[in-house]
C-alpha cells in the first residue's frame, strides 16, 4: 500500500533509489531483501491490475529509469452503493471495531466518503452487539489467513486433552457470536472448523508463507453451517420497520406489508433465545409479536442493555469528577 501511495503522489518518475529512501520497510532492509520485496511488490501491483508505468526522470539521461503509477489509469470509477449494501459496510465497520482492525476499518469509511460514498450508519441498529475478538490467538489466525500460511496450534475442547492441531486456513468467521478459523485440517485431512478461543498458547508457523491455495468455492461459512444443525423448530412473526434489518429479511420465510412504515416479517429459528438476542439487536427497528417467550426474551435484552449502559454511564461521569 505504502508503494501505490508514494507512486501514485508524484508525476515524475522515481528511481529505485529514491522509492526506497521513501519507504520505511525497504529503507530498513538490506540491498538483497530490498531487491526480493521491491520484485514482489511490483508483481502485486501487476496481479491487482495496477498499471506500473516505467520510464526516464531525466531527459538528459534516459537510461536512468524510474517508476509512477499514471492516475487516471489506477482509479476507480464512481462508486454507487445501494441502501443494503450501504448498511452492510456500515455493520462491518462496527463489527471490526473490536476485532483488531478498529483503525483499518476507521479509515476505509473516511476513504469512501471522501470518494462521495453514502454510509448508511443509522441502518445500523443502535443496540447492534458487538464481537469481540480478545483472544490472544485472533492476530496470529488472521494474519495466517492473509498469507496463506499453514499453522500449528494446542487446541483444548470440553472433555478432550488438549491436542496439537495443523491447519492451512481459508479464512476468520464469526458464527453465532465467537470467532472461528476454518480450513484443512492436515491431521484428519478435511475441512474443519476451530473455536479461536480455544486455541491454548501462540500460533506458530508450520510452513512459508503462500504455500498453499484455498480450494475454488471453498466458503468457511458453508463449511461452519455443515457442522451445525439448522433446520428451524419454529416460525416467528416480527414487526419490521421498512427497509430496516436487511440480514433479518434475506433469510425470511414470508415479508407482508403492515402499512406505511412497516412489515410482517416472518422467519425460523432454531433457539428462542437466539431469535430474542436477534431481534433485540436491530432495536427499535424490529418488534417480536410471536413467539411471546421470544417477545419476553428480548424485552429482558434490551432492558439489560439499557441497564448497562447506565451503569457505564454513572462510572464515566465518576471518573471525570474524580
Known amino acids: 500500500m ?17 522509492v526506497r529512501a521513501a519507504i ?38 534516459e537510461d536512468m529509469q524510474g517508476y509512477r503509477i499514471p492516475r487516471d489509469a489506477a482509479e476507480l470509477p464512481e462508486l454507487e ?26 479509515d476505509a469509511l473516511i476513504k469512501l ?18 464481537i469481540p475478538a480478545a483472544e490472544p490467538a485472533f492476530d496470529a ?7 496463506h500460511q499453514p499453522i500449528r496450534f494446542t487446541y483444548g475442547r470440553t472433555g ?27 491431521d484428519r485431512e478435511g475441512p474443519r472448523m476451530f473455536r479461536v478461543s480455544r486455541i491454548l498458547g501462540e500460533v506458530r508457523p508450520a510452513g512459508p508463507a503462500g504455500s498453499y491455495t484455498v480450494p475454488e468455492g471453498a466458503s468457511v461459512r458453508d463449511l461452519a453451517a455443515s457442522f451445525t444443525t439448522n433446520d428451524p423448530v419454529g416460525e416467528a412473526v416480527l414487526r419490521v420497520r421498512r427497509d430496516r434489518a436487511l440480514p433479518l429479511r434475506r ?5 407482508r406489508p403492515l402499512d406505511d412504515e412497516h412489515d410482517e416479517v416472518v422467519v425460523g429459528y432454531r433457539s428462542t433465545w437466539e431469535l430474542a438476542a436477534a431481534a433485540a439487536s436491530f432495536a427499535p427497528h424490529v418488534l417480536v409479536v410471536e413467539p411471546p417467550e421470544a417477545r ?19 462510572d464515566s461521569d465518576e471518573q471525570a469528577l474524580a
Open 2 to 18: 505504502n508503494l501505490i501511495f508514494l507512486l501514485l503522489s508524484t508525476r515524475q518518475f522515481l528511481t529505485k533509489d529514491q
Open 24 to 61: 520505511e520497510d525497504y529503507r530498513d532492509s538490506g540491498d538483497e531483501a530490498f531487491n526480493r520485496m521491491f520484485e514482489r511488490d511490483k508483481g502485486e501491483l501487476r496481479d491487482l491490475g495496477i498499471p506500473l508505468e516505467i520510464g526516464s526522470f531525466d531527459p538528459l539521461h
Open 81 to 106: 452503493l445501494t441502501a443494503e449494501e450501504s448498511a452492510v459496510i456500515g455493520l462491518a465497520a462496527q463489527v471490526w471495531e473490536h476485532a483488531g482492525l478498529a483503525g483499518q476499518s476507521g
Open 113 to 130: 466518503k471522501a470518494a462521495g460514498v453514502a454510509i448508511d450508519t443509522s441502518a445500523v441498529p443502535l443496540a447492534q452487539p458487538r
Open 141 to 147: 489466525v488472521w494474519e495466517a489467513v492473509r498469507a
Open 160 to 186: 478432550e486433552a488438549p491436542a496439537e492441531r495443523h491447519l492451512q486456513p481459508w479464512g476468520v468467521l464469526s458464527w453465532r457470536g465467537r470467532w472461528y478459523v476454518g480450513g484443512h485440517d492436515l
Open 251 to 255: 433469510h425470511a420465510l414470508a415479508v
Open 296 to 314: 419476553s426474551l428480548a424485552i429482558e435484552v434490551l432492558r439489560s442493555a439499557a441497564e448497562a449502559n447506565a451503569d457505564a454511564d454513572t
